[in-house]
């Protein structure tokens, strides 16, 4: 016990509590209007998926072009559960949470499979497949509205719930990435012929990376579709796939903080140029393509390695040395 | 007959998607980058086409021409401005600025020409020809000839000429083939232009099939044409013709034999099923890291 | 008994026989050399130990133990651990956390432990701490354990390999041309250290070197490899006398 009270942790436990308080002042002294009320749930969704894809990009190194098909099935799975039970709140939710992390992480499982045969582009073309086999299969199966969507959810999201199973999808990562698991999943990604040869199970710890990051967006998806009261297969495109790719490379790969403000600005950043309509995704697009050359461009980077981190200085100090 | 009508179809569609797959392919093999904003030129093509032939009342060959020459140009400027500073960047960089330059392709279209589609008439139509009982329509042979002078065309420039050996050189090794005197630069310019010119003529094939054009007319057969070039193994130029062709039959046979609604996850669950037993694609090359 | 008993082994890439007939027994505690010109398939043969590539034929046993046809993983596991020619650390990890890779296996704290910070999770990294910075200290890398990997200059990116594969607390130690890039000062010095690795940690080490010279210095038996084939094995006053190698090193 005395360990986890560290000032480090306490810190974390304030910030988080701070956070929390601040909302709940902020909701209830009106100073959120109804549209930036209504994307508190949002951001905390996007914030999940940010980190949970975070594990499996900037972590295991390997690119998922797939991410909201793992959403799309917790979703789907989750809140095919809520309309059907007929269950108080309190019970229900967290059983459908927990069933459509569960279906999630199976089908989490099953994409990991061909990630132990595949790399790279390859592998990243596979979970692309995969993220359009499962939004075609939705759009045609009746069961769950086809492609009219699943309606009659009930809205039991909240800025309160999501911001705990936030805070939860964070801390569970966060801690995984720094054990002995996590460095080995981190291994895997730097060296893979040198992790084996130290005795890194890499079979394990790919298919574990695939897993808990499935677990988590189907988290998130069942959040989604219960803050909506609808789901549309539509929804889970490989666009809501590659803008979760993009919170986690635009907060710098292998980042978990990094995501979680990619993750706010993305999620904000359409909404306050709601006034610009039609020139919003071109805007978006310019960004997009601005912040990629920025970010390679090496006087940029060393400006902000000067501004950040020491660290980062202290190792540019050393390579520097090595040139000279 | 209803069965070779079938394979026609898939014939024709399947070299659509050849024709966008070689652009993947190219690119792929020069730069190691998967060129997301590939899909859209056939769009900007199309879009061109229509401009040409119906506000600039040009006659259809030169409507073709002029949609070649934009989106060749178009291409080699995307390279330039967007990829080029990335040369050495993480191929993740590389994919995300693609899809950026895809949305921004996407965005523009939008602005310019509006969310509802435009309608494009022919720019050649070729008459059907009757068989027996099987009708095989004028678009599909045309569509078949075209592809096909394309396709051996690109093979004679790569293997025979000084441009064409000098983009295997560099698709072997960038910095030997700059050391051996090759300039890349060029010789990855000329791999944009002659990929996104042969986007913009499936573009053209495209719409005299389906008359329509919108902003994101070029994303689904965009991404699908990206499928058949990995499935022939991306960086392989027959591997493209082939995986295009076999993705086109596989599509329309199984729009019609299975269910319209699936076909879509029937291609894609076949790409799965081949990159499992083969994980480089069909005519991909295999990797094997030096320990 | 011989710690590694290495009986015939061979392997072809196609019809290329790479390595063939390779016989060697390496006692607990030797400092065993293999030396030989380019591509003799000196690294071929640390693939085929360590499971990388399969041997077609021949086989070798650890411990009395026949590892032929193991996966890397499983002859990890077992006790052979190894450097790479071509260094393969882990860049993007911090020095400290190479070395906790390489201890990976010396704790058990599951999971849970893990996620949910049991006491398990402090009690095992305390000890993983304790334990890699003793081994950074052999290798003087201690001061600089939250550089990261990548950031090292080339020769202590070398010590840092070798403290990384010690950490898995091997049985048997395998070293890939150690010192090559290093000017001659970094190459004495780090051959002090291997001879210090042998000493303290009872280690049995076989390594690759180019340079023969090198190689007697430290090695108390070396075989000499060409083409694939055995040209020579025993002392190395003796093997570097033996005029088939000097013709193999010079030349007719």
Same mark, same amino acid.
């Given at each position: ?103 999630? @992480? ?29 939004? *075609? ?7 769950? $509205?086809?492609? &009219? ?29 720094? %054990? ?14 040198? %992790? ?24 998130? &998806? ?32 292998? *980042? ?23 020139? +919003? ?28 981190? =020491? ?14 | ?120 008439? %022919? ?98 057969? $965009? ?20 995986? $295009? ?47 | ?5 290495? =009986? ?122 304790? +334990? @890699? ?54 190459? &004495? ?45 025993? =002392? ?17």
């Amino acid at each position: 016990m005395k360990k986890l009270l560290t000032k480090k942790n306490l810190a974390a436990l304030l910030l988080i509590i701070a956070i929390y308080a601040l909302l709940f002042a902020c909701d209830h002294l009106g100073v959120f209007n109804r549209q930036s009320k209504a994307l508190l749930v949002p951001i905390g969704i996007n914030i999940m998926l940010a980190v949970s894809l975070s594990l499996l990009v900037g972590f295991l190194g390997e690119l998922s072009l797939g991410h909201a098909g793992f959403m799309s099935v917790g979703a789907y799975a989750g809140c095919m559960f809520t309309i059907h039970m007929d269950l108080p709140m309190a019970v229900e939710l967290p059983l459908a949470m927990l069933l459509g992390g569960v279906v999630a @992480a199976v089908f989490g499982f099953l994409i990991g499979i061909p990630a132990l045969r595949l790399k790279g582009d390859y592998l990243a073309i596979v979970t692309l497949a995969f993220g359009e086999i499962i939004r *075609s299969v939705l759009n045609n199966l009746g069961l769950v $509205g086809g492609s &009219g969507g699943l309606n009659g959810i009930p809205k039991y999201s909240n800025y309160t719930i999501v911001y705990v199973m936030m805070v939860i999808t964070i801390i569970v990562i966060a801690n995984l990435v720094h %054990s002995r698991h996590g460095r080995a999943i981190c291994s895997i990604r730097d060296n893979v012929i040198a %992790s084996e040869a130290m005795g890194i199970p890499v079979v394990y710890y790919k298919l574990m990376a695939f897993v808990a990051a499935a677990f988590f967006a189907g988290i998130a &998806g069942v959040l989604y579709g219960h803050n909506l009261g609808i789901l549309k297969p539509s929804t889970f495109d490989f666009n809501k796939s590659i803008e979760i790719l993009v919170m986690v490379v635009m907060g710098g790969m292998g *980042s978990l903080p990094g995501a979680v403000i990619a993750a706010i600005i993305i999620t904000v950043l359409p909404e306050a140029l709601r006034g610009l309509s039609d020139y +919003r995704m071109l805007i978006y697009a310019v960004v997009l393509i601005a912040m990629m050359l920025l970010n390679n461009n090496a006087r940029f980077n060393s400006f902000k390695q000067r501004l950040f981190s =020491k660290r980062a200085a202290r190792q540019g100090a050393q390579l520097t040395k090595e040139g000279e | 007959m209803e069965f070779l009508a079938q394979i026609i179809n898939g014939l024709s569609l399947g070299s659509i998607y050849a024709l966008i797959a070689l652009g993947y392919t190219m690119v792929y093999g020069i730069c190691k980058m998967l060129n997301f904003a590939h899909g859209d030129i056939i769009m900007v093509g199309a879009y061109t086409l229509s401009v040409a032939m119906s506000t600039l009342h040009f006659p259809p060959f030169l409507s073709i021409l002029t949609s070649m020459v934009v989106c060749a140009m178009l291409g080699v400027i995307i390279e330039r401005v967007a990829y080029k500073p990335l040369r050495n960047a993480s191929p993740l960089a590389v994919l995300i600025t693609a899809i950026g330059v895809s949305y921004f392709l996407e965005s523009s279209a939008l602005l310019i020409f509006g969310s509802t589609q435009r309608n494009v008439q %022919s720019a050649i139509s070729f008459p059907s020809v009757q068989l027996g009982e099987l009708n095989i329509s004028g678009n599909a042979i045309m569509t078949l000839i075209v592809t096909i002078i394309l396709m051996i065309g690109l093979n004679w420039f790569i293997n025979n000429t000084m441009t064409g050996k000098a983009m295997l050189a560099v698709s072997e090794d960038k910095g030997a083939a700059q050391l051996m005197g090759v300039n890349v630069n060029f010789t990855i310019a000329i791999t944009f232009l002659i990929g996104s010119a042969l986007a913009a003529v499936a573009g053209v094939l495209f719409i005299s099939s389906y008359h329509f054009v919108g902003p994101y007319t070029g994303a689904m057969p $965009g991404i699908k044409a990206f499928v058949a070039a990995v499935l022939g193994g991306i960086g392989s130029v027959p591997g493209a013709m082939l995986g $295009g062709i076999l993705l086109g039959l596989i599509e329309s046979l199984a729009k019609a034999y299975i269910s319209t609604q699936l076909a879509d996850a029937i291609v894609f669950g076949v790409l799965i099923v081949v990159l499992l037993v083969k994980p480089t694609g069909l005519l991909g090359k295999k990797i094997t890291e030096k320990v | 008994m011989a710690l590694l008993e290495v =009986k015939n082994l061979g392997i072809s890439f196609g019809g290329l026989r790479a390595v063939d007939g390779f016989n060697v027994n390496i006692e607990k505690g030797a400092l065993y050399g293999l030396i030989g010109p380019n591509g003799a398939g000196k690294t071929t043969v640390f693939n085929m130990l360590t499971g990388v590539y399969q041997p077609t034929v021949g086989s070798f046993s650890l411990d009395g133990e026949n590892l032929t046809g193991k996966s890397t993983l499983e002859i990890a596991h077992k006790g052979i651990a190894r450097t790479f020619q071509n260094i393969r650390l882990f860049g993007k990890m911090t020095v400290q956390d190479n070395v906790k890779v390489g201890l990976h296996n010396h704790v058990k704290y599951g999971l849970a432990s893990g996620i949910f910070r049991l006491p398990g999770y402090f009690r095992d990294e305390k000890y993983l701490d304790e +334990r @890699a910075k003793e081994l950074l200290d052999v290798f003087g890398l201690y001061g600089e354990r939250d550089y990261l990997a990548s950031n090292l200059p080339y020769g202590k990116q070398r010590k840092l390999e070798i403290a990384r594969a010690l950490a898995t607390g091997p049985k048997l130690l395998l070293l890939d041309e150690p010192a090559a890039g290093m000017n001659p000062n970094e190459t &004495g010095e780090l051959m002090e250290t291997i001879h210090f690795v042998r000493d303290t940690f009872d280690m049995t080490i076989l390594l690759i070197e180019h340079d023969m010279k090198l190689v007697s210095g430290i090695c108390e038996e070396i075989t000499v490899l060409n083409f694939g084939q055995m040209l020579a094995q025993g =002392k190395p006053s003796e093997v570097l006398n033996d005029p088939k190698v000097i013709v193999a090193y010079l030349g007719e």
